[in-house]
């Protein structure tokens, strides 16, 4: 292997390079993109019975926050639960926002690999074949100098199979990556809806509770006739 990138040229360097960046991409996001980090099981319905019970501690809060994204979103929900139900929305699709940066984190770095690999591959080749037919144009080949020739001619296609290597599997990791956070954002969405709308129906009780114990109270102070 190593011997073929030093035949490859020096157009195996940025080949090189891509490859470091995405084996680190691969690791990173296979870890980052667990779906216990982000959404995991039993998180939302154990929100909601907390919600419903109206005993979330600054602590439990904390502990969410800090467990899953799905965890700091319903965080978010909770601090604003005594808002309008536009307010709630508005701070729930921002938060909603951020996650979903964070989950394609470094995917458009894994599409430019896949994109760029192939085409410096090619580059190098073309690169090499122009040296290799220069030299045939200024030079007679023949007998033992044919070998050399066709040993540089392969010499050059070394960066095309090294930028297709690089390519592929980057390729295959994006569209992997991908729809992995396509799904894991629809969940997310699923239950940012769920708990909005808790949320939004015990606001609503609370204010007619509200409103009735003032009606009460405006009655009780009002003096007898």
């Known amino acids: 292997m190593i011997d073929y990138i030093y035949q490859g040229g020096w157009f195996m360097l940025p080949l090189l390079i891509c490859s470091v960046l995405l084996i680190s991409i691969v690791i990173e996001r296979f870890w980052f993109l667990q779906k216990r980090l982000v959404v995991p099981n039993g998180v ?37 639960k005594d808002k309008p139900r536009i307010s709630l929305e508005e701070k729930i ?79 295959i990791f994006y569209s992997l990556f991908r729809g992995k956070v396509q799904g894991l954002v629809a969940e997310l969405e699923a239950a940012s809806t769920h708990i909005m709308a808790l949320l939004a129906a015990q606001y609503k009780r609370a204010s007619i509770s509200k409103a009735r114990a003032g009606k009460q109270k405006s009655e009780t102070s009002r003096p007898a006739d």
């Open 44 to 80: 939302l319905n154990n929100f909601v019975r907390l919600v419903k019970t109206e005993k979330i501690s600054i602590t439990q809060q904390e502990s969410f926050s800090t467990t899953s994204s799905l965890g700091a979103l319903l965080v978010v929900a909770y601090k604003y």
């Open 93 to 171: 699709s921002e938060k909603a926002a951020d996650i979903k940066l964070d989950l394609e984190r470094n995917l458009n770095m894994l599409g430019i690999i896949a994109s760029i690999s192939p085409l410096l591959g090619l580059l190098g080749t073309v690169v090499g074949m122009i040296k290799a037919f220069r030299e045939i144009a200024q030079h007679s080949f023949v007998g033992s100098k044919q070998t050399g020739l066709a040993s540089g001619v392969s010499e050059a296609l070394l960066t095309t199979a090294g930028g297709l290597c690089i390519g592929i599997p980057a390729l």
